[in-house]
């Protein structure tokens, strides 16, 4: 056992160095534990802010890339109607083009036609004349008959038009 003038002295410098520390080597040491507490406080109600805005920026850009998904297929499908509309609208002119040259073409083969018709009557008339004529030429070969000829067809003219002038 220690002596009691140890034990006291040392009991003296026990509580003196408890009371320096008491006054002020504990309220720095608690003011620090405070400070980092607050600080370890604040940083997680600083991290817990950040994970919601986190969260809130994260189903903000669910909704723009929705929005955007939505505008994509929106400009999709007018892309989409407006190619059936340049498709429907080249097939109807190209329909209305081919109808005109149907149209053009009937009315050039029907020109055509008649100017043939045409042509085949004046030749078919030429070559009733040429006959009519040889044959009239075979059968009317005396001077007699040709003069009846054509007393009875100036007969028949005058029968048909009568004559304009009158005497």
Not at 151 to 158: D, G, I
Request: net charge neutral; hydrophobic share 45%; no cysteine.
């Amino acid at each position: 056992m220690p002596d009691t003038g140890l034990l006291f002295w040392m009991l003296v410098i026990f509580v003196t160095v408890l009371a320096v520390l008491a006054k002020w080597g504990f309220p720095v040491i608690t003011s620090m534990v405070e400070k980092r507490k607050n600080y370890i406080a604040e940083s997680l109600e600083l991290a817990k802010k950040v994970d919601e805005k986190m969260a809130a920026l994260s189903k903000e850009q669910a909704r723009i890339i929705g929005e955007a998904r939505e505008e994509q297929n929106k400009i999709l499908k007018e892309a989409a109607e407006a190619r059936n509309n340049i498709i429907r609208q080249a097939q109807e002119q190209a329909r209305d083009e081919a109808a005109k040259l149907v149209a053009e073409a009937r009315t050039q083969i029907e020109a055509e036609k008649e100017s043939a018709m045409s042509q085949i009557r004046s030749q078919v008339a030429m070559l009733s004349v040429n006959v009519a004529e040889k044959i009239i030429r075979k059968t009317l070969s005396e001077d007699k008959e040709r003069k009846e000829l054509v007393e009875k067809m100036v007969e028949e003219s005058l029968k048909l038009d009568p004559p304009a002038v009158k005497n």
